[in-house]
């Protein structure tokens, strides 16, 4: 078999398609202000899935038509690492510098809902809203955001690798 690609260049090609596409239907999101609505974020998921898939096909493509799945769960992983790095910093410039008003309206409904517990004062709901708003406007969330989402992906990498692997068995036949 000859010389396999670099897992490397699937990787930056899709990971950077996930990571525009993610940053531009958060803005989107944001635009239209459904930013809280949990069915249209995990909608991000199917793209990441779809782009690993995609990225899979033409690794295979490139390779003889083979993909073992430790590769296979490399690929995916670097893919989401690249994807969610790429949307982190974009989200991040974008509310740091254009458009703060999804956090705002995010920390607003924060308010609303600390507001609806008698149990605290509004000295407790002050402290915790001033956290929020200093917290939300820092890296850290964003941070996170790559660390969660890489996670997410290696574990979608390991399911979809399992099913689309094309290994070589030692006696070169497929298994």
Do not use: C
Request: hydrophobic content about 45%; cysteine-free.
């Amino acid at each position: 078999m000859n010389e396999l690609p670099q897992k490397r260049t699937f990787a930056i090609k899709y990971g950077a398609i996930v990571g525009v596409f993610s940053f531009g239907y958060s803005v989107l999101l944001s635009t239209l202000g459904k930013t809280q609505d949990p069915f249209l974020q995990y909608l991000n998921i199917l793209v990441i899935v779809t782009a690993t898939f995609f990225a899979y096909r033409e690794y295979k493509f490139h390779s003889g038509g083979y993909l073992n799945y430790k590769d296979g769960v490399k690929l995916g992983t670097l893919l989401s690492f690249i994807g969610a790095l790429i949307t982190g910093v974009l989200n991040y410039l974008y509310v740091k510098f254009l458009d703060d008003s999804a956090i705002m309206q995010a920390i607003e409904q924060t308010r609303v809902e600390l507001e609806k517990q008698p149990q605290l004062t509004d000295e407790q709901i002050d402290q915790a809203i001033e956290l929020s708003q200093w917290l939300a406007l820092t890296p850290i969330p964003y941070l996170l955001s790559v660390v969660l989402y890489t996670f997410l992906g290696f574990l979608l990498a390991l399911a979809i690798s399992y099913f689309m692997k094309q290994e070589v068995g030692k006696d070169g036949y497929n298994f």
